[in-house]
């Protein structure tokens, strides 16, 4: 897991395709989200918006609860 964890807090092009695959079962939502909480501030706009709707969240929530 570190070294998944490193690459998704590194970002990069395959970012959002890995969120949709951990956002297609309950548990892996349930990592991502607590997961993207600490990573989410590291990535550009553009993936910041992809992220928040393929998880269904309001990035103003995530930035005010960090």
């Known amino acids: 897991m570190p070294m998944f964890e490193r690459s998704l807090l ?5 970012v959002v395709s890995l969120y949709q695959r951990m956002a297609q079962t309950p548990s ?3 990592w991502a989200l607590a997961f993207y909480e600490q990573a989410r501030p590291r990535y550009d706009p553009n993936t910041q918006q992809h992220v928040d ?11 005010a609860a960090a």
Not at 10 to 14: A, K, T
Not at 53 to 63: C, E, N, W, Y
């Open 10 to 14: 590194i970002g990069g092009p395959n």
């Open 53 to 63: 709707r393929i998880l269904g969240v309001q990035g103003s929530a995530l930035a």
């Open 28 to 30: 892996g939502r349930a």
